[in-house]
């Protein structure tokens, strides 16, 4: 089956800190992997996307790369902020036979401190 | 656009109780997703409507759980008989899109909050 797999969390940096979080992933095909963000009550978010290998995704200074040959999808962002303190989800979609659902994975809460 | 409407935010209930859920998608969006999450988990795919049309159960939605989108706008998820594992955060999204579209881009709720004591 599809599953994905990322650091545990939490996560506490300071601000300017470079982030790092890893995140791995198992697909029975072809899959998209994305990035969502759940800010302290809200909805979750999409933050990036990469729909093919060696995809770079990027928005509001995160990046992630979609590396088929070790499966990967490692989100970095080079200076946090503490307006980045959120929950942040790996997960992928691999279409056919109607199947459209997301896999998530478990989430990794990042704390930026001043 | 006033973004994926939830209600109500938080619901406890009995165990044993019936409890419903409603979701208003972004007006016009033509797919909806439910999604279940529990603490310390990301969430879980339950089942979702493509217009008025159920396309897709998860095995995690039980004879317990039935949703509906009866004109292809509201959706509503009931859960009867509740259990206290069915205790989680209940998420709908909704997009608009036909087919596979790996560009798809779901809008999330913030979710109902269901406690079954």
């Known amino acids: 089956g599809n599953s994905v797999t990322q650091m545990e969390g939490p996560v506490t940096l300071s601000e300017e800190a470079f982030l790092t979080i890893n995140c791995t992933y198992t697909?029975?095909?072809?899959?998209?992997l994305f990035w969502y963000v759940q800010y302290p009550g809200e909805g979750l978010q999409l933050l990036l996307k990469?729909?093919?290998?060696?995809d770079k995704g990027s928005n509001k200074g995160f990046e992630a790369t979609y590396r088929k040959e070790t499966t990967s999808f490692h989100l970095e962002k080079g200076s946090v902020q503490v307006s980045d303190s959120a929950v942040y989800f790996c997960?992928?979609?691999?279409?056919?036979?109607?199947?459209?659902?997301?896999?998530f994975g478990k989430g990794t809460k990042l704390s930026v401190i001043p | 656009d006033t973004g994926v409407s939830q209600n109500p935010r938080h619901k406890i209930t009995k165990r044993g109780q019936n409890v419903t859920f409603r979701c208003d998608p972004i007006?016009?969006?033509?797919?909806l997703y439910w999604y279940r999450q529990t603490l310390g988990q990301g969430p879980e795919f339950l089942t979702y409507?493509?217009?008025?049309?159920?396309?897709?159960k998860s095995r995690l939605l039980s004879d317990r759980f039935s949703a509906e989108r009866p004109k292809g706008s509201f959706s509503t998820l009931e859960i009867q008989r509740t259990e206290q594992g069915d205790s989680a955060m209940y998420l709908c999204?909704?997009?608009?899109?036909?087919?596979?579209?790996?560009?798809?881009?779901?809008?999330f709720g913030s979710g109902t909050q269901l406690s079954v004591l």
């Open positions: 007006s016009e969006h033509n797919r």
């Open positions: 990469a729909t093919k290998a060696d």
């Open positions: 999204a909704s997009s608009i899109t036909m087919g596979f579209d790996p560009n798809e881009k779901l809008f």
């Open positions: 697909a029975t095909g072809y899959p998209s």
């Open positions: 997960a992928l979609r691999v279409g056919g036979a109607g199947s459209y659902q997301l896999t």
């Open positions: 409507f493509q217009n008025e049309a159920q396309l897709e």
